[in-house]
């Protein structure tokens, strides 16, 4: 992410560096990362609406680009931390960007987690009642990773990051609220006791999509505030 000098500021430098190309390189790495984990959740968003229609072979292959996009985020987490353990920014601010990485990382380790046990779920009898939800919640926690996306490709507007943060939080919270809608008609459905546990852990491994991406936003305000002269 070489730039030519200019009168912006940019998140890169408000962070204490000792050099500056390896520094440049972790945040190339951190924008990678970040746009592989969108992708797994848009794919996310792509299988669920397959297992609303029963599409079992779309489903499968959604599942599959989930499962391989959240390998390539493990191995681009991996080059992060390779990076900031090599001494990439100074302690202060190299904790908390590791938090930050490893919590959008997490988004994409919750998203696996929901297709795989999707899967198991897509052989289920599920009540038509529960489509519309799922489906709204999904496109409502893939908005909520797109403002946290948008937070990144931002570092070098830092002035416009708090906006985008808050806007993290405003989908979160509009995805709990459709969490809570799942939880409570589950409830309210005759399901079997193992049915019952399946699908309220694939509702909650969703729901860690948001919770993650809003965690992940908090860590991203914490380099911030540390860093502002």
Known sequence: ??????????????IPFFGRSKEEDTVSLIKEHMNLVYGAVESTRDAIEALVRKDYLLFKGKA???????????SVTRRIE?????????????SRILDFAEEVD??????????????IIMTMDIDESFHTLLQRHM?????CVAYLKKCVESMNNPDEIPRLIEKVREQEHKVDTIAAELFRLIRDQKY????FIIMSKMFEFMDDISDSAEDASDDLKLIMLINRP
Not at 106 to 119: E, L, P, Q, R, W
Not at 192 to 195: A, H, I, L, P
Request: charged content about 25%; aromatic content about 4%.
């Open 139 to 143: 496109e409502a926690t893939l908005e």
């Open 106 to 119: 997490n988004i994409a380790d919750s998203a696996k987690d929901a297709v795989n046990i999707g899967d």
């Open 192 to 195: 079997d006791t193992k049915n």
């Open 1 to 14: 992410m070489r730039q030519t000098i200019c009168n912006c500021m940019n998140l890169l430098d408000l």
């Open 82 to 94: 390779e990076n900031l353990y090599s001494g990439a920014f100074l302690a202060v601010s190299r």
């Open 64 to 74: 599959s680009s989930v499962n391989s996009l959240e390998d390539r985020a493990d």
